[in-house]
């Protein structure tokens, strides 16, 4: 609604629940309460992690755990803001946790905790590092470059890379997000890597090939590049496809960031739509977009245009936000079939059959 960027106290209960892929029967459940002092108090943000015999996930309010994958027993628990002295975000936790190797990397905030590794089997701390005005909503992402794992940061007051094994840093770009509103992660493409936010908040830095450091290459050009808000673009062959903060779907020259189409099918909106939402995930030459209307969509993107192949309507949008009903979760693919949830039920769909070219949109 409305009042969606604001505060409300307000009581529930976070839940984590396992169910059969080929039937949806409830295999177990681990819940928890929870009292909300964030805005959009609708449940987790982040995806829950699974590793080995292990899940791990993050609530709004900054309750850490990790659970047996057989049998929903918690294994550890950590509350963020209380274990480093910080609150959350206006919108919560909502950078997803990255395990390398024996690490669970968090965005936790604090003074010099902006980034906390925890033993991924014991929830102890193996090092922290950073200090940022709030935590922004970014999840770390690693790369490689000059021939080095680098940890990629994107924070409210900057891009900073760190090294995963013990978090001493490598290099910072400097970078004012507006409202502390970084969402999206880095995301790097040969030597470049693009970041921004609200506001046509845009950066893109050029990695060095011999040693860790980046240079800016250009920022925050007016009616350029992309400001995402709760979709993730995707860089494909030289360009960078993602939803707008006004909900217009972009196809954008990776390098320069030049827009070089637009479109408001995906979301069929006769105009831009405030935090218009619809997830990407790539698939061969193709791409599913999974829209807050509850949508399902096949369409294909280069740089000629969005056409749209196929469309079907599967999930019905259940919470609220901004004066209308949406759906923002991410869907999860396994096994040839698409996983998707709404506020209220959780439904599969079959992906092994090849869609319909009747109904080709251009």
Known sequence: DEASNQRKNSRGRERTLCLDETTGNLLWEHSYPVTYTVSYPAGPRCTPNVDENRVYTLGAQGDLQCLDATTGNLKWFRNLPQDYSTKPAIWGYAGHPLIVGDNLICIAGGAGSLVVAL????????????????????????????????????????????????????WVVEYQATNGSVI?????????????GYTKKNLMMELSADKPGATMLWQDIPDAA?????????AHDGMLYGFHQDGTLYGVDFKTGERIWSSLKPLQSARPLRTGTAF????????????????????????AGYKELDRAHVLAPTDVAFGRKVVWAAPAFANRKIFLRNGKECICVDASRPPSTENVRD
């Open 226 to 234: 992309i400001s995402p808000v709760n979709v993730q673009p995707i």
């Open 184 to 196: 999206m992660s880095p995301i790097k493409s040969g030597n470049l890597l693009y970041a921004a």
């Open 119 to 170: 033993n991924k089997y014991t929830g102890q701390e193996t090092w922290r590092a950073l200090s940022s005005s709030e935590q922004g909503y970014s999840p770390p992402v690693l790369i490689n470059a000059a021939n080095t794992p680098q940890l990629i940061i994107l924070h409210p007051n900057g891009v900073n890379s760190l090294n995963p094994s013990n978090g001493k840093e490598h």
């Open 280 to 303: 990407i995930v790539k698939q061969e030459d193709r791409y599913w977009l999974f829209t807050e209307q509850g949508d399902l969509v096949i369409a294909k993107m280069n740089r």
